[in-house]
């Protein structure tokens, strides 16, 4: 069973570099994987950032684009979000995810793998 | 990118009735149409996908249908554990892959 666990400062100031790891485990393929970072913000929506696939692609929301990095460390079982110049609009609710998958097949952005989320307030 | 559309806001069910909720995209996404439900304080978890089948877990009383720009949720009866709130997303056309602002189910 895949799990996710998100780890990284609660706490950010305006105009810095949020950044946040995924560490995976329970998922024994180290060269195939889609992850993806996904937010929300205090009594919102959520609103998906971007993923990463193992073909080395990364995918991210045309929103965020100019801010974003995601990152992976397949020795480490762990991939990463960075998102610079963060405002305090960047407060959310960060959670890690993995598309499901059925029979040996991904169905790319079905989530069916959450990890627990993290909060990160942008504050000075 | 799509926008995607839910209705109700709130729906208000008293338990053991049936709960039907709507997603509409601005645009086709075939029946590539997940939802979600979501405690408070919890993660996301997945109900349904390719708009009509349910993920690993979840119970009969889920339903999905739709296809197009047009999609329901259906819950046969409501439990307890059902008052939630539901969203829709859509993973057809991308990037951005993008969600509804959802639905949430109070009880009446």
């Known amino acids: 069973q895949v799990q996710l666990q998100e780890s990284g400062p609660g706490l950010v100031r305006p105009s810095e570099t949020l950044s946040l790891t995924c560490t995976v485990s329970?998922?024994?393929?180290?060269?195939?994987?889609?992850w993806a970072w996904i937010r929300q913000p205090p009594g919102k929506g959520l609103e998906w950032i971007g993923s990463i696939y193992h073909s080395g692609s990364t995918y991210y929301n045309p929103s965020l684009k100019s801010r974003v990095t995601i990152s992976v460390d397949t020795s480490k079982s762990q991939f990463s979000l960075k998102l610079t110049s963060v405002t305090a609009a960047d407060t959310a609710v960060y959670y890690c995810?993995?598309?499901?998958?059925?029979?040996?097949?991904?169905?790319?952005?079905?989530?069916?793998?959450w990890g627990q989320g993290t909060l990160v307030t942008v504050s000075s | 990118e799509i926008v995607m559309t839910q209705s109700p806001a709130t729906l208000s069910v008293s338990p053991g009735e049936r709960a039907t909720l709507s997603c509409r995209a601005s645009q086709s996404v075939s029946s590539n149409l997940a939802w979600y439900q979501q405690k408070p304080g919890q993660a996301p978890r997945l109900l349904i996908y390719g708009a009509s089948t349910r993920a690993t877990g979840i119970p009969a009383r889920f339903s999905g249908s739709g296809s197009g720009t047009d999609f329901t949720l259906t819950i046969s009866s409501l439990q307890s554990e059902d008052f939630a709130v539901y969203y829709c997303?859509?993973?057809?056309?991308?990037?951005?892959?993008?969600f509804g602002q959802g639905t949430k189910v109070e009880i009446k």
């Open positions: 329970g998922y024994s393929s180290s060269s195939d994987y889609y």
């Open positions: 997303q859509q993973y057809n056309n991308w990037p951005p892959w993008t």
């Open positions: 995810a993995r598309p499901v998958t059925i029979f040996g097949v991904v169905v790319m952005g079905a989530y069916g793998y």
